[in-house]
């Protein structure tokens, strides 16, 4: 398992390094409740796909990816298996862009995002995920499959 810290406690303080250093099947834990830089998972630093990796904060932290200026709060594009599990997306354009990815996103909170999430060629199950305040839509899809359960989207200015 690869532990990132904002404060230093743990191997990794930025999320992209601790992808980078991934390989596929990998866990990364946030260790902490500190805001996050966005990132996108796709491949390592060797140029592997990161195929089964599992994002997840630590049980009892509540970490955040935020920025409004970029993209995506956290975008994957190309990866199987993806687990995205106890983080808040918090004031980007998209919360969660996923492409030509499968997953599942659990006990998630998306705010203040453009869209909430977005699902392009993907197929993925939410579970126990949040979406508030989307300008636009809480969740787009293109092609792609979603599975929801125990779910909401609520204070949207847009759709849903």
């Known amino acids: 398992m690869l532990e990132v810290s904002k404060s230093g406690s743990a191997p990794y303080t930025s999320l992209s ?9 990998s866990a990364i834990e946030i260790a902490d409740s500190g ?10 630093d060797d140029g592997i796909p990161l195929h089964g990796l599992t994002l997840r904060a630590r ?14 709060g ?5 990866v199987q298996g993806l687990t995205v599990e ?13 492409a030509q990815s499968t997953g599942v996103v659990t006990d998630c909170d998306v705010n203040l995002a ?5 699902l392009e060629q993907s197929s993925f199950s939410l579970r126990d995920v949040r979406l508030t305040g989307s300008l636009a839509y809480g969740i787009a ?16 200015t847009g759709a849903g």
């Open 35 to 44: 805001d996050y830089d966005p990132v996108t998972i796709h491949l390592n």
């Open 59 to 72: 049980q009892g932290m509540s970490p955040t990816i935020r920025g409004f200026d970029t993209v995506g």
């Open 114 to 118: 453009g869209i909430g999430i977005v």
């Open 17 to 25: 390094d601790a992808i980078s250093a991934a390989r596929p099947g």
């Open 74 to 78: 956290l975008m994957a594009v190309g």
């Open 141 to 156: 899809g293109f092609r792609s499959g979603l599975n929801m359960a125990d779910s909401v989207i609520r204070e949207t």
């Open 86 to 98: 106890g983080i808040s997306f918090r004031q980007v354009q998209t919360g969660l862009d996923l």
